[in-house]
């Protein structure tokens, strides 16, 4: 074939001094990085935040008021390629007195995530009707048993901000699902607040959720999972010589 008369190669042939020197030519990238700053990552010492769209970990999130998005459709389990989600629904009109876990009628009674299953393929958020689900940017997720890779509901949940009231609570008056899914709930009312002070008198969310009713505090934003704040070297050396935590 090379000797056919219509070959021509892709690139120049070398001449005599590049055919001798092709054997180490390889160590010309070696010598190059010799010279360059390092890059290793100090980790966990120094953690460095990845791209915005990273898949990390789930999060299942709340409306402004505190009540959950899952409606427990089951069909991010339904989506996931590797069995890793379980889901059971609950019927919001099983709860007492009026109470909502979720806008509408069905909430996620039970909700789990196998991360020893996982592949953070993201098709589970794709299929989510309500945006529940979505991905942080926290990729620590290993841990010391098979057991404890199972992520449950309280796992997931995203954290509650300041001026949200944590559910159980009634839906905001005067609303339904559609208000919510159009964002039109922005804050908890003064309705939930006196009916988590009657059933929930010790609740901790209460004052925030109050201060806000009253004006006193902005409406609560959103919050997500983070990272775990860094270890420190004497922390690191003392885990690993077993003196300690
Ligand atoms: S996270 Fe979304 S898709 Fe999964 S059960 Fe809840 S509402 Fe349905």
């Keep these: 074939m090379t000797d056919s008369p ?3 190669p892709l690139r120049p042939t070398k001449g005599p001094i590049g055919r001798a020197l092709a054997p180490v030519a390889g160590f010309g990238v070696t010598l190059g990085s010799m010279f360059r700053p ?16 990273y898949h990390g970990r789930h999060q299942l999130n709340r409306y402004p008021d505190g009540l959950e998005k899952c409606i427990g459709c089951e069909l991010c389990a339904w989506a996931c390629p590797a069995d890793a989600i379980y889901v059971e629904g609950g019927d919001n009109a099983d709860l007492p007195d009026g109470a909502h ?20 393929c993201g098709l589970c958020i794709e299929a989510c009707p309500t945006r529940a689900l979505t991905m942080t940017e926290d990729y620590e997720l290993a841990g010391p048993t098979r057991a404890g890779m199972i992520y449950e509901k309280p796992d997931l949940l995203a954290p509650l901000s300041d001026g949200m009231l944590a559910a159980p ?10 208000e ?6 922005t804050a908890p009312t003064a309705e939930q607040v006196a009916w988590v002070r009657e059933h929930r008198p010790d609740d901790p969310t209460l004052d925030a959720a109050a201060k806000v009713v009253d004006g006193q505090a902005p409406p609560p934003t959103p919050r997500r999972h983070q990272l775990r704040p860094p270890a420190t070297r004497s922390g690191a050396a003392r885990s690993a010589a077993g003196t300690g935590q």
């Excluded at 890059?39 to 791209?51: I, L, S």
């Excluded at 876990?101 to 909700?111: I, Q």
């Excluded at 919510?180 to 709930?185: A, F, L, Q, S, W």
Aim: hydrophobic share 20%.
């Design 38 to 53: 390092t890059v290793t990552e100090q980790y966990p010492f120094e953690k460095v935040p990845p791209q915005q769209r």
């Design 180 to 185: 919510y899914y159009r964002g039109e709930v």
């Design 101 to 120: 876990m979720s806008p509408g009628e069905r909430y996620g009674r039970v909700y789990q995530i196998n991360y020893l299953r996982c592949i953070f």
């Design 6 to 8: 219509e070959y021509k």
């Design 169 to 178: 609570h009634p839906m905001a008056e005067g609303t339904t699902d559609t």
